[in-house]
């Protein structure tokens, strides 16, 4: 590393692949003995998954006690401020279709893997939650997109035609290569966050009271499936 660092003489380090098994403990230790910088590191293979290096966070990361700087920063740069705006413009309308599910889900995937996210949160990172169930969940949610994708725009803002014929579903199914279980679950769910999404449109002042909490927890408890 040293007659490395003199024959190009290095001023900065990006350490990539962070987001596999290795915990890049060579590539660090090489940093630390020329005495180069390591600016940014890469979790992912997107644009938006390279971080600044912040040895706090690597650290806190690294002992499995989760980085909650790093969640926040990670749900802010996915959230698209525009598009949000115009969701909870239409939920105090009472609006909530599939596209707006849709776009939840586009937000949701560009924060990156599951993995990755509970990784971030303290006191989650230890739990060992197992990678096929993690898997499971990011494999429906792009099953749904796909899904919603291959809807007409009718049937898209209004979902309730797919209960009434259900031979849409079929074609929905056959058109997103998903099955018409996987159809039915994505409705359901979206029936229960839109009535979700009404209770909390109902809330003009910003302020909810315990009961109002109460009522919601106990009614959608263990029902919803992201």
């Known amino acids: 590393a040293e007659e490395f660092q003199k024959a190009l003489s290095i001023d900065g380090v990006i350490i990539t692949r962070m987001d596999g098994t290795s915990k890049a403990g060579g590539a660090l230790t090489a940093c630390a003995e020329t005495n180069a910088p390591v600016y940014f590191i890469g979790v992912g293979e997107q644009i938006h998954e390279i971080e600044i290096f912040n040895p706090e966070s690597f650290i806190q990361r690294l002992l499995g006690m989760g980085d ?3 969640l926040l920063e990670h749900v802010k740069s996915a ?11 239409r939920l105090k309308e009472g609006k909530f279709t599939l596209l707006d599910l849709y776009s939840q889900l586009e937000q949701m995937n560009k924060m990156g893997s599951m993995d990755k996210l509970i990784g971030m949160v303290p006191g989650m990172s230890a739990a060992k939650v197992p990678k096929n169930v993690l ?5 429906k949610m792009k099953n749904w997109k796909n899904a919603i994708s291959s809807m007409t725009e009718q049937e898209i803002e209004n979902p309730e035609l797919l209960e009434k014929q ?4 079929a074609r929905i199914a056959k058109g997103s290569g998903t099955t018409t279980t996987e159809i039915r679950e994505l409705l359901k769910q979206y029936k229960m966050l839109k009535e979700m999404m009404g209770m909390q449109s109902g809330i003009t002042d910003g302020n909810i009271d ?6 919601m927890a106990k009614k959608f408890q263990g029902k919803m499936k992201f």
């Open 68 to 70: 909650l700087q790093a």
């Open 166 to 169: 259900t031979s849409r579903i």
């Open 135 to 139: 898997n499971k969940q990011e494999d």
């Open 79 to 89: 959230t698209d401020e525009t598009q949000q705006q115009r969701i909870e413009d």
């Open 210 to 215: 315990q009961k109002m909490m109460q009522k």
